[in-house]
């Protein structure tokens, strides 16, 4: 061989397997009476459970039922999925959409990495700054946030804001009111970094409390506000006074086990179910290196059972009591990081530079503490989702709410839903007599 060559590496190879055994999707509504079953089989890679698991609840649908099996280098799983109304999915183009990403194409043409769905709302909106944000939660805080970021004639194009254990976690899109870009002017970025880390740190001065990145590009955001939140040692803390209380009922149940015929730690998983769990669950294993090989998921409404058999990615069990316990702390963490039970408030708007430091001030000065929300723009429309609870973590009583839809009505559509189990609260309280549904008017805009 002459000096300086190297041996030819066909660039093809990488999805040599893929391409000899390709995935095989289908999409079955005929074996099961309630439900729509999706079956893939596959070439097992790394990540790949939490690849499908994102792909359907990115979808928005209800994973019922599961079966995954990723033993002996090869990858089968069934899931039992239905929409958000506990329906058959009939969508032909929902159905061809999974088969596509979930099938050969999908693998082979980073289908998965391009998809906009959860990156930038509902459309693609062109170039945007994604900032990352995280340190100690406070009353106010998300107010004081946007009202930096009006300041700076900046507009948020979409948001995910969770709090836990008195941690905020924010991943923000946004883009320059001026020239609907990207932010790229480095004083505009500078002074946006330094205000924004001002705010986080309020009245403490270390430094570690405090986190802000920017970056230009895409990520998932749930994914990454668990990742943040677990960089954070968030489960580590302990509830505040004033963070939402929750029923022992509420508590998860996790147990670890281990399976000596096969060389498996065995995770059980009981929980109250809610949308969601299941990739919550999947992610933090994934992040945390564990591999799953096999599982059981089901749904018994109003509760979840969930079953993995896991080791990690050296090959090795959870041995220790320590290992044992820093999991079970992680997925419960991972688990309560959602869960809003109470009050939500569902804003529509058209969308103005300042419209999110409006909303998060009214909110504030009516008392309101924000707990986990969710912004995204369809067009010219904003769609805002805050769950609340009062300054001390208690549920919000009607006067707030009716002073509220009076001071905002008048420019935005708002509608108010409680806790879904507390049906009766609901029907006695007048509430929804004056609410419109939510979701009919997000179709409107959808193209």
Known sequence: MARGSWPYFDPEYDTLSIRINPPQVSVDNTSCNDCTLVKVDSMNKPG????????????????????????????????????????????????????????????TSDILKTWPGKRVGVNSMGDYTAIELIGTDRPGLLSEISAVLANLHVNVVAAEVWTHNRRIACVLYVNDDATCRA????????????QLKNILRGCENEEKLAHTSFSVGSTHVDRRLHQLLFADRDYEGTCSATEPYFPPSFKPKISIDRCEEKGYSVVTVRCKDRPKLLFDIVCTLTDMQYVVFHATISSDSPYA???YYIRHMDGCTLDTEGEREKVIKCLEAAIRRRVSEGLSLELCAKDRVGLLSEVTRVLR???????????????????????VTDSSGNPVDTKTIEGLREEIGHTMMLNVKKDPTNTKADETSGWAKTSFFFGSLLEKFRP
């Open 305 to 307: 059972s969930q079953e």
């Open 183 to 194: 932010v790229e002017d480095p004083s505009q970025l500078s002074a946006m970094e330094e």
């Open 365 to 387: 000065e009516n008392g309101l503490s924000v707990t986990r929300a969710g912004v995204s723009t369809v067009g010219e429309q904003a769609m805002n989702v805050f769950y």
């Open 48 to 107: 790949i459970l939490l690849e499908v698991v994102q792909i359907l609840t990115d979808l928005d649908l209800v994973i019922t039922k599961a079966y995954i099996s990723s033993d002996g280098g090869w990858f089968m799983d069934v899931f039992h999925v239905t929409d958000q109304h506990g329906q058959k999915i009939t969508d032909s183009k929902t159905i061809d959409y999974i088969e596509k990403v979930l099938g050969p194409k999908g693998h």
